[in-house]
């Protein structure tokens, strides 16, 4: 399995637009083959601040995602919503336990 998360920082005066987008690319993203789970959060303590955590089968699914049409469409879209840079992580992970 393969997990990303990104981090972004919106912009105050465009958030509720940006997180219209975000809802839209969860929504599309959750429909592909090899998504387990796409989800979108905000920082409690940071507002501004998007979290997105995505769960892929494998490096293939996650290809798949960077190269669709909704995925370009959604950078394209975001970058006037964006506060400054994104960042970008990537886990390869061997299992997934839940402990409660």
């Given amino acids: 399995m393969i997990v990303m998360h990104a981090e972004m920082p919106i912009a105050s005066d465009s958030r509720e637009a940006a997180l219209d987008l975000l809802e839209e690319l969860a929504e599309q993203s ?49 970058a006037a919503h964006l506060a400054g840079e994104p960042e970008l992580y990537r886990f390869d992970v061997d299992s997934k336990t839940r402990v409660m």
């Fill in 30 to 78: 959750r429909a592909e083959d090899g998504v387990v789970d796409y989800c979108v959060t905000t920082d409690v303590e940071s507002p501004n601040t998007v979290r997105v955590v995505e769960e892929y089968e494998d490096a293939d699914a996650v290809d798949a995602h960077m190269s669709s049409d909704h995925f370009e469409s959604f950078q394209a879209d975001i």
